[in-house]
Structures are given as C-alpha cells and as structure tokens.
C-alpha cells in the first residue's frame, strides 16, 4: 500500500529520489516499483528497541535526503531520521513524536484508510486535500511474461498435471491466527468445485501455511488431489509474485498476498471477518469483498468456532464465494 505514497511523491515531485528503508523481506516487492531508486535493509526487527544499530544505520544515511517519511506509528521508528540529521521529518504524531518530528500530522481520524493515510503524507500540511478529495494512485508490480514462464519452469514438477487447464490461486493464510482466515473445510470443497468445473488450483502461503494448504489438498477426493498443488513455503517471495500473477483469478483472506494479486491485476474474491475492509481494501477494481458482519476492527485472534474461526468467516459458503468469483471469470 506504500506504492500509492511513492506515486504521488513523484507526481507532486517529478525529479525526487526515493529510497526505502524496510526490512529485507520487502525488497522483492520494492525492486517491482519503478518509483524506487533503493531499498535499504532494515535490520531491526519490529519491537527490537537497537537504539546503537539506529543510531549506526542514522549515521550511515546523513547528507543524503531533504525529507524522510516515516510511516509506522512506533517512537522508534522516528529515531533513525533524527539520527540521520534529515531536515524535514514527515509523520502522523503515533507515539508523541513531538521532539522527533517536525512536520507532524494530527488528524489521522480524517483519514479512514491506511492508504488514505499514507498518500496522505505525500503533501505539505497545509495543501493536503481531504479524504474525499485524495486521489489514491492504485498499486502495480511489475511483472514480465519471460521472468514469469521461467518461474513456472522452475516449478515444472508441480505444475505440471494443470495441462490445459485454467489456474485459481488460493491464499489461505493470514496473520495473527485463525480467526481471520476463511475455514481450510470451504477452500476445500471450493477447490473441488472447481476442478470440477475444470480449473487447476495453487496455493500460496508462507512455510507456516504449508499445514493449511496441506489440510484443504488432502481434504479433496484423492483422484482430484493432482490438479491441487500447494506451493506454501516452497517460493520466495519473488516467485510467488510471478505464480500469482499467472493465475486466472485469487480467493484470497485479508492478508498480504491479498494486496500483491490486486497489485499485479488478478481479479479476486476477498474473504473479511472481524478485519475492516474499510481500513484496508484491496486496491482493485477487479475485486469483491465478501463480509457478512458490519462494523470496523473486531480485535479478536481466536474466534468461537470450530478450530479457532471466526463465526462471520464460517458463515461465508463456498457457493457464495463462487457466485461472486464466477463473474470474474467471465
């Protein structure tokens, strides 16, 4: 969702150099963004307070940059651009920042979205338009046909009972737990809908969600099991990138890879329970959202049905998923 940020820092400053510091994870999808000079490894994980390393990394970046944006609400996030001796430091106030910061922003209620919020950024505090004045510039990685035909080569064992066969990819997991992910039972039987129907299946996760995708495979028909493939914890993130954009159409959970297939114009069905997708949409005009509950932000990270999920999530029937995925299709 940063993208939409970078995009308009270059329509608002044509000739800016941006450089991103982010963890190493991230640099795959930074290196997918035109508008992106370098990223620079982070290695300070998240709650790690390392305030000789941020002073070391600030120290390293001095005489660099007129501006830093800093777009986690956490104090510490703000030490490295003081250290860096960055003149203009560009936030919303999060943790009292007051001494950190001297370009703060207060009102980040006015801006409902994530997205909102950082573009948001993009402007002095005096010219910033309103929420509903704010053009949101959409996501895209870039993908390449040729890079993308040499990743399913690499995968050629896998995939290679899809034939002919249109390709759905599934992404099952999601952060913090079951109570945000639809049920592994309503993939599976999804998935063996569609097969049915003719289609050939992927699974993208993490190596935590390889348990998952194991449950929604071996939940199919054993004769059906081959055109599943569960490729959780086997791609980096890179290659995940080039099988996702290779698919027809996603059934994704909020989650991360839910914005990277909006982000490479896969149309998609994004399955919400106790998650706002007020707050964090997919930023597509090839997806639906399905939530059954109203309402913002439930914070809750067990749910009270079966195997931990969430109610609103289990009420979501494959039959609707498909009724909403259909169309997209077409």
Request: with cysteine; aromatic share 10%; charged share 20%.
């Amino acid at each position: 969702m940063s993208q939409s940020l970078y995009q308009r820092l270059k329509q608002l400053y044509p000739q800016c150099q941006i450089d991103v510091l982010a963890p190493n994870w991230c640099k795959p999808l930074l290196a997918r963004m035109p508008e992106i000079r370098q990223a620079i490894t982070m290695p300070v994980g998240h709650g790690s307070f390392a305030l000789a390393t941020r002073f070391k990394i600030g120290k390293s970046l001095r005489n660099q940059y007129d501006m830093a944006i800093v777009l986690p609400n956490s104090l510490k996030s703000a030490f490295i651009p003081v250290f860096a001796q960055i003149p203009l430091r560009r936030g919303w106030k999060g943790e009292s920042r007051y001494f950190f910061l001297n370009d703060l922003r207060h009102n980040k209620q006015a801006y409902p979205m994530m997205v909102q919020r950082y573009v948001a950024l993009a402007y002095d505090k005096k010219q910033c338009p309103s929420a509903q004045n704010l053009t949101i510039p959409t996501p895209y990685l870039k993908v390449n046909q040729a890079e993308i035909l040499q990743t399913k080569q690499l995968f050629g064992e896998y995939l290679q009972n899809e034939q002919a066969r249109a390709v759905i990819g599934f992404c099952p997991g999601a952060e913090f737990g079951p109570a945000k992910r639809w049920p592994h039972f309503h993939y599976a039987s999804l998935a063996q809908m569609l097969i049915e129907k003719g289609f050939a299946l992927r699974i993208f996760g993490s190596v935590k969600d390889k348990d998952v995708g194991d449950e929604i495979k071996q939940s199919l028909p054993e004769n059906l099991q081959k055109f599943c493939v569960n490729l959780a914890g086997k791609t980096n993130l890179n290659q995940a990138v080039d099988l996702i954009a290779d698919c027809q159409a996603i059934v994704t959970n909020d989650s991360g890879l839910m914005h990277i297939s909006a982000a490479v114009g896969r149309p998609l069905v994004a399955l919400y329970g106790p998650t706002s997708p007020t707050y964090t949409p997919p930023l597509s005009d090839k997806a639906v959202i399905i939530r059954l509950i109203e309402g913002g932000l439930i914070k809750i990270r067990q749910g009270e049905g079966e195997h931990g999920y969430h109610q609103s999530l289990i009420d979501i029937t494959p039959e609707m998923v498909w009724e909403k995925l259909s169309p997209l299709l077409a």
